[in-house]
């Protein structure tokens, strides 16, 4: 264990091969310490595969893989909360009600609203090779959205799930599945020359394992409340930024389709999410979790953004290096 800690390349293989259960705990731990680490990444990688492996086959209960996966997801969602900062929420704030109020206050203050990377939507900074980027990146929770509202409809009672599954009737194009949003998503995607697996960020794979965690895992229907609700309040008023900034750029309405439907229906998501969950938040407790899963989930959004942000610069950087020495190359073939 104690060469393991000191040869960081050692731990990422750890994390990538998943062979020493004993080792993970410690690992886990110093990786979600510092989340700007290699094996930060190498273990959102890992879990983001976990993930998809679980869509797609199951969790296979009763193999060797659901057991290791167990464990897995356990040991880093206990460290994850162990890390979490505490939820500070007003003494006098008892009623849920008025919980939901100061809630939604919070969501439209946090910092994701005014990210960064939507100065370079508003200011046209973007080009079409930096945009295909971004939606490769987006396009990998966009993906699965509807799966997490799916997943988590089995935890909640009977009532509130009306709310989810009329989300899920909007998410499968209200009956036309050409316009289910996946698909709307796709001629943007195209147009901009399509998605690269070698494009997607860390952080990318991070808000799919947060929103796994808060809705497929959680221990309490709050979490996924909170993260979901959190998300389809702030998102439309991102989306507005980034549709503006493709009309400027002389895109058509039906390719920008899935920017305008959610523009229009996610606000009304997000506020139906916390109107059906109401009546199963009761107390302190309850508040505490709602409020934590909802920062947990905007940040995580956040996080998307910064690794957009950090592989554009990244990619200019390279660019004005080359640059700069194809001119050194001219110049001297110019003296010679
Ligand atoms: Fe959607």
């Not at 439209?108 to 200011?123: G, Q």
């Not at 989306?239 to 229906?265: D, I, N, S, W």
């Not at 969950?277 to 979790?289: C, H």
Request: proline share 3%; with cysteine; aromatic share 12%.
């Amino acid at each position: 264990m104690n060469q393991l800690t000191s040869k960081p390349q050692s731990k990422v293989d750890v994390i990538k091969s998943l062979g020493h259960i004993g080792d993970f705990d410690i690992i886990v731990r110093e990786a979600i310490s510092n989340k700007k680490s290699a094996l930060w990444g190498a273990l959102q990688e890992t879990l983001f595969h976990l993930n998809v492996k679980l869509m797609s086959e199951g969790f296979a209960l009763g193999t060797k893989r659901g057991e290791l996966e167990w464990k897995i997801r356990s040991i880093v969602e206990g460290v994850e909360n162990e890390l979490l900062s505490k939820a500070e929420i007003p003494v006098q704030i008892t009623d849920p009600a008025e919980f939901i109020t100061w809630l939604k206050t919070k969501i439209h203050e946090h910092p994701v609203n005014n990210h960064e990377l939507f100065k370079y939507f508003d200011n046209d900074d973007l080009s079409s090779e930096e945009i295909r980027y971004f939606l490769s990146n987006y396009r990998v929770n966009m993906q699965r959205f509807h799966l997490h509202v799916a997943a988590y409809s089995l935890f909640v009672p009977f009532q509130m799930r009306e709310e989810l599954y009329e989300n899920l009737y909007d998410e499968f194009g209200q009956g036309d599945f050409e316009q289910a949003h996946p698909n709307l998503y796709e001629p943007l995607m195209d147009y901009f020359g399509g998605a690269r697996e070698e494009d997607w960020n860390p952080e990318t794979f991070h808000l799919l394992n947060t929103k796994m965690a808060l809705c497929w895992f959680a221990d309490g229907l709050q979490y996924g409340l909170g993260g979901m609700g959190a998300l389809e309040l702030s998102i439309p008023a991102q989306q507005r930024r980034m549709l503006a900034h493709f009309r400027r750029r002389g895109l058509t309405e039906p390719m920008l389709k899935y920017f305008v439907v959610h523009c229009e229906c996610d606000e009304a998501h997000g506020d139906g999410w916390f109107a059906a969950g109401l009546p199963y938040i009761k107390t302190r407790e309850d508040f505490k979790k709602v409020y934590i899963a909802a920062m947990r989930m905007l940040a995580a959004r956040a996080g998307v953004y910064d690794g957009i942000v950090r592989g554009i610069l990244k990619r200019r950087a390279e660019m004005k290096g080359r640059h700069a020495s194809v001119d050194r190359v001219d110049q001297q073939e110019q003296v010679a």
